[in-house]
């Protein structure tokens, strides 16, 4: 009996290791932008330096990147998750950012009507419905969601914002807005001045 419960536990751990070790090898090879993150917001949180430094394809970097567009235009690409700052001679400086999830996705042309440093944040009746725990109002701060900078877009309820949920990154998770990690919303805060061209498509061609 004992030796027959041995090889019954032997079989089960060998079991979860072989769950554990595909689920490893499927995240090793996702495809930038093909999840959704199911993850309520964490007002008050504040993250270490060691969780918002990004590595990998989400980390900010200058690519080859063609487009008729004038430097200092921003394209941002919705399906694989990243935000282009458009430079000069086919280049230009690529963020990793979150985006919305199934239902909030959205693309359109819009510019930068303004720009905050430290925003407050007042989540919307929407978002206090689905998550009916949310302070209905937060002073900007470390902690803060909308985390060190925040650029409006147009007249939307939409932002270019930072965040205190670094493990967002590259994945379908707001209600709309787009999010960068604290060190990237200040670079791309300083960089753009109100009144920036905005393109929001599906999917960039490069």
Do not use: H
């Given at each position: 009996?004992?030796?027959?419960?041995?090889?019954?536990?032997?079989?089960?751990?060998?079991?979860?290791?072989?769950?554990?070790?595909?689920?490893?090898?499927?995240?090793?090879?996702?495809?930038?932008?093909?999840?959704?993150?199911?993850?309520?917001?964490?007002?008050?949180?504040?993250?270490?330096?060691?969780?918002?430094?990004?590595?990998?394809?989400?980390?900010?970097?200058?690519?080859?990147?063609?487009?008729?567009?004038?430097?200092?235009?921003i394209i941002i690409d919705t399906k694989d998750r990243f935000l282009y700052l458009v430079q000069p001679n086919s280049r230009a400086l690529r963020y990793g950012i979150g985006v919305g999830?199934?239902?909030?996705?959205?693309?359109?042309?819009?510019?930068?009507?303004?720009?905050?440093?430290?925003?407050?944040?007042?989540?919307?009746?929407?978002?206090?419905?689905?998550?009916?725990?949310?302070?209905?109002?937060?002073?900007?701060?470390?902690?803060?969601?909308?985390?060190a900078r925040a650029m409006y877009l147009g007249g939307t309820v939409y932002r270019i914002h930072g965040t205190n949920q670094p493990q967002t990154i590259g994945h379908a998770v707001s209600?709309?807005?787009?999010?960068?990690?604290?060190?990237?919303?200040?670079?791309?805060?300083?960089?753009?001045?109100?009144?920036?061209?905005?393109?929001?498509?599906?999917?960039?061609?490069?």
């Open positions: 009996m004992r030796v027959r419960a041995r090889l019954f536990t032997q079989v089960a751990l060998g079991a979860a290791l072989a769950i554990l070790a595909a689920a490893f090898a499927q995240a090793a090879t996702a495809v930038p932008g093909q999840d959704e993150m199911n993850i309520v917001d964490q007002p008050g949180y504040q993250p270490s330096p060691e969780e918002e430094q990004l590595t990998g394809a989400y980390e900010k970097q200058e690519v080859f990147f063609r487009s008729t567009e004038a430097p200092g235009t999830r199934d239902g909030f996705q959205w693309s359109g042309l819009q510019k930068i009507s303004r720009k905050l440093e430290w925003p407050d944040w007042r989540p919307p009746p929407e978002m206090i419905e689905r998550q009916p725990y949310l302070p209905r109002f937060m002073a900007g701060g470390p902690g803060n969601p909308l985390g209600s709309g807005c787009f999010r960068l990690v604290n060190d990237d919303v200040i670079d791309l805060y300083d960089r753009v001045p109100v009144g920036t061209k905005v393109i929001i498509k599906q999917a960039v061609a490069l």
